[in-house]
């Protein structure tokens, strides 16, 4: 059970329906998602408490390392946030449904957090590419596909057998090797990965996977969240084609889209420069805003 707040509890897979309750009620903000916050805990230093029915959390920042406060709700905001930031000075990661319920805003200071706003795709638009704004991505699609004709295959599952499991961690290592992103940018992320894999059973997880000449070289992971959204947990391509990426994306919206969710929440950008490049070149359908607080 989780922990009223003050006190926290830290986060373990027994939360995951509790968590799942509060949050439901809300668009799927991804710093929310439980399957996020569990896979990503790999260093156990996530905890959660509810205070006054709101979903408070206590996590490491994404990028800086230091521990940071956020809560999602919308019961007695004003009194909430004020006993919340008692103890933590300031929170980030605010979801606009909890300024939404702000009864007082002059008593606090509340900036848009463009950094860490989560991006929503529309799956149709993903899996069909119609248009002059998709022409790019449906030809790096075709080129992908003349140039690998007949050697590539894709497949879509929701169960992974230990040898599944046992490529996904390959291709990630791969990836690793071949990746030119710092050490800080790709910290933990294969033991996230591996805390996903090892729990996978348990998760509401959609796989899709490209495999060329029987070898997997691209993988997208993704939770159903509800009959309307997916959420892409982790996605990966070998560097075998230029246009991969592209390919990959298309094939997972055309298998989600297939199996029922309208949107894709691909979560945020942190402000790195070619990671906002290439989400805001697949046309997002609109963001999911996030603040920081203080007081006045």
Not at 46 to 63: A, R, W
Not at 138 to 149: D, G, P, Q, T, Y
Not at 159 to 177: D, G, H, P, S, Y
Request: aromatic share 10%; proline share 2%.
């Amino acid at each position: 059970m989780i922990a009223q707040f003050p006190d926290f509890s830290e986060l373990d897979f027994s939360h995951k329906l509790e968590v799942e309750a509060l949050t439901s009620k809300f668009d799927p903000y991804s710093d929310f998602n439980f399957t996020s916050l569990f896979c990503w805990d790999v260093d156990d230093s996530t905890e959660i408490s509810n205070l006054n029915n709101n979903l408070v959390i206590k996590m490491p920042d994404y990028l800086s390392g230091e521990t940071i406060y956020s809560m999602l709700g919308r019961n007695n905001i004003d009194e909430s946030l004020g006993q919340l930031m008692e103890l933590a000075g300031s929170l980030k990661l605010v979801p606009q449904a909890v300024i939404e319920n702000i009864n007082s805003p002059q008593e606090f200071i509340i900036t848009e957090d463009r950094d860490n706003f989560d991006y929503i795709y529309n799956l149709h638009d993903l899996a069909h590419l119609v248009g002059n704004k998709h022409k790019k991505k449906r030809n790096k699609i075709s080129a992908f596909s003349k140039a690998l004709a007949g050697t590539w295959v894709m497949e879509g599952s929701n169960v992974l057998n230990v040898a599944q499991k046992n490529e996904i961690t390959e291709v990630f290592e791969k990836w690793r090797q071949e990746s030119k992103q710092t050490d800080g940018e790709i910290k933990g992320e294969g033991a996230a990965i591996n805390r996903l894999l090892e729990h996978s059973d348990q998760l509401n997880l959609i796989y899709i996977t490209v495999r060329i000449e029987g070898k997997l070289v691209a993988f997208s992971i993704n939770e159903i969240i509800n009959d309307k959204y997916a959420y892409t947990v982790f996605e990966k391509a070998l560097l075998v084609h230029e246009n991969i990426y592209s390919f990959l994306i298309n094939q997972a919206a055309t298998d989600l889209l297939n199996k029922g969710s309208i949107y894709a929440n691909w979560a945020q950008d942190l402000g790195i420069d070619g990671l906002r490049k290439s989400k805001m070149s697949y046309h997002p359908a609109r963001f999911l805003k996030k603040y920081s607080v203080t007081l006045s």
